[in-house]
């Protein structure tokens, strides 16, 4: 029997399930949640509750439960990020545990098996990042898309003071989606998303830590700042590898070496993504004359198939939707 909601629960507007039998909780979590095995000990007086809001890129759940749970799960798209708000708690993926409590916080990978064991009385909150669109938000920071995959180590000390702001930003979107003052607007919805995503980027460990820092703390080479100006002047143009060299007055090695450190990518991947920039504000321009394949072509791309797998991995959607959207 699912019970009513009555405990003001982070996001408890957004209440899926509250329920008193184990066998409904399987049934629910394997139905909704995906997952593959369910145990539970302890039983005697046993409850658990789950809330949960899907945005448009992220999602926020709360979970809690009265015996000791343990889930397995494949959760193929998102990554999940485990604050936890009583209790205790492991996860384990890639033959790593990882704590969850009041000391850490925890990351759990998208795209493979992992388990979760919680202590009778643990409660937490649970972030859940969409891998596509983080990685254009990382590829937005660094201002081209990365040659390494996304890989985050799976504990962050709860003390470390990127970490802290990241969950008191995640506290306060629930908040405010749980206030009844009034209904968050699209637009501001959209943007606290956005800078979740950006905190969780921050405060995470990866390969790309340290060249976001960079970019705050540390000026770039000059070598690099001036090609970036070039490019950006020049990106109608032939941008060749000897081009950049000339125009840097130095070798094409210390070009590729000089963005490697600085920034993470190449110089020609920095090209790529302004030409992409450019060819998005040609298509939501809203001129009916505007088409892909003219796009491609004026923006220097020499496949309109690459054109749209790049847009794509770089926006999020194909450039004629893109397209659709500003006509409408």
């Not at 702001?165 to 506290?171: K, N, R, Y």
């Not at 000089?258 to 110089?267: C, D, I, N, T």
């Not at 220097?300 to 790049?310: E, I, K, L, P, T």
Request: hydrophobic share 40%; charged share 25%.
């Amino acid at each position: 029997m699912i019970l009513p909601d009555v405990a003001l629960d982070p996001l408890h507007r957004f209440s899926v399930f509250r329920t008193s039998d184990p066998e409904e909780l399987r049934h629910l979590g394997s139905t909704l949640f995906g997952a593959t095995r369910i145990e539970l000990d302890n039983i005697d007086n046993f409850e658990a509750r789950v809330n949960l809001i899907q945005l448009q890129e992220i999602g926020l759940a709360f979970g809690a439960t009265t015996s000791d749970l343990a889930v397995d799960h494949l959760e193929t798209d998102f990554i999940r990020f485990q604050i936890a708000l009583k209790g205790r708690a492991t996860t384990s993926a890639n033959g790593m545990i990882t704590e969850i409590n009041d000391r850490q916080l925890a990351i759990t990978p998208s795209g493979v098996s992992s388990r979760t064991v919680c202590e009778a009385g643990h409660e937490r909150l649970t972030l859940r990042l969409n891998h596509q669109a983080l990685s254009q938000r990382l590829t937005e920071l660094l201002g081209a898309k990365p040659k390494d995959e996304m890989k985050f180590e799976p504990a962050i000390d709860v003390d470390h003071p990127d970490a802290q702001f990241l969950c008191q930003l995640v506290h306060f979107f629930s908040r405010q989606l749980d206030s009844n003052a009034c209904k968050l607007p699209a637009a501001v919805c959209r943007e606290l998303e956005q800078a979740v995503q950006i905190g969780f980027l921050w405060a995470t460990r990866h390969a790309f830590s340290q060249v976001l820092r960079n970019q705050e703390s540390v000026s770039a080479p000059s070598i690099v700042k001036r090609l970036e100006e070039f490019i950006e002047a020049n990106w109608q143009d032939a941008l060749t590898v000897e081009r950049l060299a000339q125009e840097a007055g130095t070798s094409a090695r210390a070009i590729f070496r000089a963005f490697e450190r600085s920034r993470g990518y190449s110089p020609m991947a920095f090209a790529k993504m302004v030409r992409l920039r450019r060819a998005r504000e040609i298509l939501m321009s809203g001129d009916p004359k505007v088409s892909v394949t003219a796009t491609a072509f004026k923006c220097n791309f020499g496949s309109v198939s690459h054109f749209a797998r790049d847009y794509r991995d770089a926006f999020g959607e194909l450039p004629s939707q893109t397209i659709s959207a500003a006509r409408r």
